[in-house]
């Protein structure tokens, strides 16, 4: 019916008695009521309202505080930031809204260039079967009036795929973890990351609660002494949040680091490591008298002691004597690189090195 030669408005008739223009006029007059009737067009509306259905419900079920999304400071952790990833993201979207992420993959992609999902079965990934619509089949097996055993097979296929499309599940994962190339000339942007940040956004303008991507990115735009300025327009744009939402979750955090630390230290022996932080502050426009301003903060580093004597490392005793025997002046940097235990160092080096060479393999 979509695709039949009176299921849309025909080419224009002229005759004698009426030129091309005239028929024109009147085909334009007679579109808006005659539109109506054509198969092609209902089904066309009808296929765009359920579509826009099925992204309602998707979105509202990604969007809730059900979906994995939110956030709130209050219970936010540095495990919970740390372990952020894309990937985790995309599990949750295909499992939750598969069917805008189709839509956004269409947008993004050709025809000839967008990647098929993978089917994800109890035997492993396989490629999604693809299905003809009827421009394509009538093309190539000459069947236009779809009656033939193509047509049956093609409209066969479609139902076989509608009816395990409750328990089919695709993925797009492999696509997502394929980098772009590297090298001059030759680097684009992932198409996937694109696609993920564009479906986060558009479910944060549905629910401004809806923020655990948007926190990430403002963390990460505070460690790299981002402008308060950069935050106002990215908030705009729905890839950040504010920055007053900001300071809420970064203290949030160091609660929950705090709490972390206070645990752990009743019962494991630890080290703190103090570290001055120095912040710039640009200001926007110093001749409206503004001006750059350094904020100055104290940071700790909670180590813990593996296989350590804690009695014997924190031995005052030694530093005392030396002390009283006045062996101050004998801390020269010759005598401390003799004291350098270098056999034990290479092989801690020679461990790192391959502890590292496996991680990025």
Not at 36 to 63: F, H, N, P, T
Not at 113 to 139: C, F, H
Request: glycine letters at 6%; hydrophobic letters at 40%; a negative charge.
């Amino acid at each position: 019916m979509y695709s039949h030669p009176l299921g849309h408005l025909g080419p224009l008739q002229t005759s004698v008695n009426r030129t091309a223009e005239e028929a024109a006029a009147e085909k334009k007059k007679k579109k808006g009521d005659n539109l109506r009737y054509m198969s092609k067009s209902s089904l066309q509306e009808w296929a765009i309202e359920k579509v826009e259905d099925i992204i309602e419900e998707e979105g509202a079920v990604v969007s809730s505080k059900d979906g994995g999304f939110h956030l709130p400071s209050k219970q936010a952790s540095w495990d919970f930031i740390l372990n952020f990833s894309m990937a985790n993201a995309l599990t949750l979207i295909e499992d939750k809204g598969p069917v805008l992420l189709r839509l956004l993959v269409a947008a993004a992609y050709s025809k000839a260039e967008r990647p098929k999902p993978q089917l994800l079965s109890a035997t492993g990934p396989s490629e999604v079967p693809q299905i003809e619509n009827d421009n394509e089949l009538q093309e190539r097996t000459g069947d236009h009036d779809g009656s033939g055993v193509a047509g049956n097979s093609s409209a066969h296929s479609a139902n076989q795929v509608a009816a395990d499309g409750d328990k089919a599940q695709f993925s797009y994962a492999e696509h997502l973890s394929n980098m772009a190339p590297k090298g001059t000339g030759e680097n684009r942007t992932n198409s996937f990351m694109i696609i993920m940040t564009a479906y986060l956004m558009l479910m944060n303008a549905r629910n401004l609660r809806f923020t655990l991507f948007q926190k990430i990115l403002a963390v990460w735009l505070f460690a790299n002494n981002a402008a308060y300025e950069i935050f106002i327009i990215f908030a705009w744009l729905g890839l950040s949040v504010s920055y007053t939402t900001l300071l809420d979750l970064l203290r949030s955090i160091s609660k929950s680091a705090q709490d972390t630390v206070c645990s752990k230290a009743q019962f494991r022996a630890f080290l703190l490591i103090y570290d001055n932080i120095n912040r710039m502050i640009r200001a926007w426009d110093p001749d409206l008298g503004q001006k750059d301003v350094i904020q100055n903060g104290t940071a700790a580093t909670f180590v813990v002691l593996e296989d350590c004597n804690v009695e014997a490392a924190f031995d005052v005793k030694a530093l005392q004597d030396a002390r009283s025997e006045g062996r101050r002046h004998e801390l020269t940097a010759v005598g401390l690189f003799k004291q350098v235990d270098w056999s034990n160092l290479e092989q801690n080096i020679e461990c790192e090195k391959v502890a590292l060479q496996t991680s990025t393999h």
